[in-house]
Nanobody, 125 residues
């Protein structure tokens, strides 16, 4: 069983940047596919990005393309989400999640087996 701990959330102004970290314990993060999701008040949880670490394949929601970058560091047992040019609509609680094997649709929560607690990201205008 893997435990996930996110960090790096906070308050940032429009156009600013944040880097979220998802640190794994109890298992090697390379054994999983990792996704980042977010949930704003009154909205459903939505997929932001995902990485199949062993295959080196990354995925992005349209809203994240060109602004967010997902990466992994096996030595640190951590996956990162670099978020640039942040917008007010990016404000949400961000969660990382681990999947044994992503099926069709990396953005579907049903494929993920373990979840972190989620840091708040707030983008002020």
């Amino acid at each position: 069983e893997v435990h996930l701990m996110e960090s790096g959330g906070g308050l940032v102004q429009v156009g600013g940047s944040l880097r979220l970290s998802c640190a794994a314990s109890g298992s090697a993060i390379d054994d999983y596919d990792i996704g980042w999701f977010r949930q704003a008040p009154g909205k459903e949880r939505e997929g932001v990005s995902a990485i199949e670490i062993k295959e080196g394949q990354t995925y992005y929601a349209d809203s994240a393309k060109g602004r967010f970058t997902i990466s992994s560091d096996s030595a640190e047992n951590t996956v990162f989400l670099q978020m640039n040019n942040l917008k007010p609509e990016d404000s949400a609680v961000y969660y990382c999640a681990a999947s044994f094997d992503l099926g069709a649709g990396w953005y579907r929560t049903i494929w993920y087996d373990y979840w972190g607690q989620g840091p708040q990201v707030t983008v002020s205008s």
